[in-house]
């Protein structure tokens, strides 16, 4: 079965915006794994400006599930994650100024600094993942690296699919299918929600987590947060 990860970055910007702790982060992560959440991500960005470094530590010992950071392996990035040491790191090509992810890397242009950052993470025991555009010439790149998975950058799809375009899963298809070829795991997010989720699970073949977050949380403020938690992993079953 495919596995839920909640992003929970949003609940730290709802936190940042009124200063103090309200929403407790650590307690929210806390809350989704009991309601049966799989896994917990966080996607911490150089200015802070939603999920700290400090949460980051905070979290460690609350999440018994599978605990996931995100970020651009930058010096301050690595060596949070090495000092952690979550259960998996996703290595995602943000700018300093992106509001969010917007693309995944060139696995095969920047496969020399990718080699060195997996092998520090596979080292030290952490499970690597990289953000990938659904492009079969990045998952022949990504093998080449050594990484253990990639993360398909889904938000293409995502918005064709609002569109009435379900010819729009054909390449993450066919980016899965190669995967399961070349023995990478696969995991995708961005943008996925529960009008599109169930379909783009059942034609990836071998998808083995999904990370939502936005959609998610978006979700909960009507329907309810466990309810919601519930709902998402209806669907991956």
Excluded at 127 to 139: A, H, K
């Amino acid at each position: 079965m495919t596995k839920l990860s909640v992003n929970i970055n949003k609940i730290a910007t709802l936190r940042n915006s009124r200063g103090g702790d309200l929403p407790n982060v650590v307690q929210f992560a806390k809350d989704v794994q009991r309601f049966g959440a799989e896994g917990v991500t966080i996607h911490p960005r150089p200015d802070e400006r939603h999920i700290r470094y400090q949460d980051a530590y905070d979290l460690k010992p609350e999440v018994y599930t599978e605990y996931n950071i995100e970020g651009n392996p930058i010096p301050k990035f690595i060596d949070m994650v090495l000092a952690i040491k979550p259960t998996q790191v996703t290595l995602v090509p943000d700018s300093v100024d992106a509001i969010t992810s917007n693309a995944g890397w060139d696995t095969i242009k920047h496969k020399g600094f990718l080699v060195e950052v997996i092998k520090e993470f596979q080292a030290n025991g952490i499970r690597t993942s990289i953000f990938v555009d659904p492009d079969l010439n990045q998952m022949e790149g990504a093998k080449a690296t050594g990484t253990d998975r990639i993360e398909l950058y889904t938000e293409a799809f995502a918005h064709q699919y609002s569109l009435g375009n379900h010819d729009a899963i054909k390449p993450y298809t066919a980016c899965a299918e190669l995967c399961n070829t070349l023995g990478l795991g696969i995991n995708a997010g961005h943008d996925l929600s529960l009008d599109n989720l169930k379909f783009f699970k059942e034609n990836i073949p071998g998808l083995l987590e999904v990370s939502i977050g936005h959609a998610l949380i978006s979700e909960s403020l009507y329907l309810g947060v466990e309810n919601v938690i519930q709902m998402y992993l209806q669907r991956l079953k």
